[in-house]
């Protein structure tokens, strides 16, 4: 269950709730009984670091196009070093 913070726009009190998804928001204070208690904006409490998770845990081995363009999305500088870039045709009637 997720942990929601709620702050009293009329008396400044502040608290943290665990609450289900589908549990009503709460309004009313209560500290003081004011129906102006809402739900604050909070961070994550997780991060994504490394590499990709995508790309190392669930790559479908039996594609090799699936795992390759998610990584090559990131720069693009695999793709633009492996092929050439073709030279422009010579103006015709000179």
């Not at 608290?15 to 102006?36: A, F, H, N, R, Y």
């Not at 208690?37 to 670091?49: D, P, S």
């Not at 363009?69 to 070093?81: H, L, N």
């Amino acid at each position: 269950m997720p942990i929601y913070a709620y702050k009293c726009d009329a008396c400044g009190h502040q608290q943290d709730v665990l609450q289900k998804i589908s549990d009503p928001v709460l309004t009313q204070c209560p500290e003081c009984g004011s129906s102006s208690y809402a739900k604050q904006v909070t961070a994550a409490g997780f991060q994504l670091k490394g590499s990709g998770w995508y790309v190392t845990d669930f790559r479908n081995k039996s594609s090799g196009s699936a795992g390759s363009a998610a990584g090559a999305s990131d720069a693009g500088s695999a793709t633009a070093s492996s092929s050439p870039t073709p030279a422009p045709a010579p103006a015709a009637g000179s």
